[in-house]
């Protein structure tokens, strides 16, 4: 089953079936791990869809508080070998077409830092028993599918859900335009990434109209992304920032206000264009939408 509804009917037997296809692929993509710094990003991808799933049918569904948990701690599980990473390639693009551009001895001793604060903690990490729990996680979660059970039937179930999410993307747009800061645009980034699930999840219902949007909501999730991971880095570089030269640090921070004064404008450009329609506008298009798929598929 791919992640989309298919039919009108059977909305929660869909609803399980989805998840249940994302929990499978990750508990065989721990199995079959080569890469784990590939792994464990796939697998943080999948909490996150089944996270956007369960928020759909949030205002629905009673056991919504257990589950979410449930796969926000999983994911937890695999942050710290995934943050390091996301660091360096953070470090490296900056680098690469950062203005102001960074001094080379700037770059080196930074560089430096982060290479030994990687390797710190890939010794502290064992990928196997990361792994390993991880996927005792999912089978668990597994394990509890057959108890999900929805309040309502057909569209009805789902567009309580789809308009909180719509309603929240709009809202912490607002928040980060009107007070721009690292907690405002991670905040608007997981709005915008949830509701980006959620319209996959009608993917089927009309894929040459939606397929647009949810492209639009990868751009601008991509640009709040980058903003994040750039903040996080300077954070880290602070409080690492031991023997670093004043020089350098008034470096990276101007290098890293500049790229994301960038990526600001161009998430502020482009947001409005994804929240402009109302919230009952947007529902009753998606209602509309949904009248596509057939009654069973």
Not at 228 to 237: E, I, K, R, S, Y
Not at 288 to 297: M, N
Request: charged content about 25%; overall charge positive.
């Amino acid at each position: 089953m791919v992640y989309s509804f298919t039919q009108r009917s059977g909305v929660g037997r869909q609803l399980r079936g989805i998840a249940g296809e994302q929990i499978g692929k990750a508990v065989v993509d721990c199995a079959k791990s080569e890469d784990f710094v590939a792994t464990v990003h796939s697998l943080r991808r999948r909490c996150k869809r089944l996270r956007g799933l369960l928020r759909l049918v949030r205002p629905q569904f009673a056991g919504y508080g257990e589950e979410n948990a449930a796969f926000r701690d999983a994911a937890a599980l695999l942050s710290g070998s995934r943050d390091a990473a996301v660091m360096a390639e953070t470090f490296e693009r900056l680098c690469g077409g950062g203005s102001p551009p960074l001094a080379a001895e700037t770059r080196d001793r930074i560089r430096q830092r982060l290479a030994a604060h990687a390797a710190q903690v890939a010794e502290g990490t064992e990928p196997a028993a990361m792994l390993g729990a991880f996927a005792r996680r999912m089978h668990e979660a597994e394990a509890r599918l057959k108890r999900w059970r929805i309040d309502g039937s057909g569209f009805a179930s789902l567009a309580p859900g789809l308009a909180r999410g719509y309603r929240d993307l709009s809202g912490r747009m607002r928040v980060a335009m009107a007070s721009p800061g690292a907690e405002s645009f991670h905040a608007w980034r997981k709005a915008v990434k949830y509701h980006g699930h959620h319209v996959s999840l009608f993917r089927r219902c009309a894929p040459d109209l939606l397929e647009g949007r949810i492209d639009l909501l990868d751009r601008l999730g991509e640009l709040l992304g980058d903003h994040h991971n750039l903040a996080v880095l300077l954070a880290w570089t602070e409080r690492n920032a031991a023997g670093l030269p004043p020089s350098d640090r008034q470096g990276l921070a101007e290098a890293v206000r500049a790229e994301q004064a960038d990526l600001a404008g161009r998430a502020f450009a482009l947001g409005p264009q994804l929240s402009a329609e109302p919230v009952d506008g947007l529902v009753e298009r998606f209602r509309a939408l949904w009248a596509l798929l057939p009654k069973e598929a």
